[in-house]
């Protein structure tokens, strides 16, 4: 059975922040390609949570790539049943929110 989405402030803030990068310095084609790779990420990810590798620092903490330029950090929340989409960053981006 496939786990639920559900994703924080932060990872929201976080994709906003790519897409108004992409809508300013590349074409809608890019914004596009965006959106599918993270569909099929996040649909990966509910049917299959543990298929990308775990960070290592906390319990059930994931990292996925979306693209090679931006990825996931998602919590897997097998006893209430779904995964939280902790952050979205670019893979460029060194500060941390």
């Given at each position: 059975m496939a786990?639920?989405?559900?994703?924080?402030?932060?990872?929201?803030?976080?994709?906003?922040?790519?897409?108004?990068?992409?809508?300013?310095?590349?074409?809608?084609?890019?914004?596009?390609?965006?959106e599918q790779n993270l569909q099929d990420i996040l649909t990966?990810?509910?049917?299959?949570?543990?298929?990308?590798?775990?960070?290592?620092?906390?319990?059930n903490v994931h990292k996925g790539l979306v693209d090679k330029n931006n990825y996931i950090i998602y919590r897997i929340q097998f006893e209430k049943g779904f995964i939280e989409i902790i952050n979205f960053r670019g893979t460029k981006q060194k500060d941390i929110e």
């Amino acid at each position: 059975m496939a786990l639920i989405i559900k994703w924080t402030p932060q990872a929201n803030r976080g994709l906003g922040k790519v897409i108004e990068y992409l809508e300013e310095e590349w074409t809608a084609n890019e914004i596009l390609n965006l959106e599918q790779n993270l569909q099929d990420i996040l649909t990966r990810i509910s049917k299959y949570p543990k298929i990308c590798p775990p960070t290592g620092k906390h319990k059930n903490v994931h990292k996925g790539l979306v693209d090679k330029n931006n990825y996931i950090i998602y919590r897997i929340q097998f006893e209430k049943g779904f995964i939280e989409i902790i952050n979205f960053r670019g893979t460029k981006q060194k500060d941390i929110e």
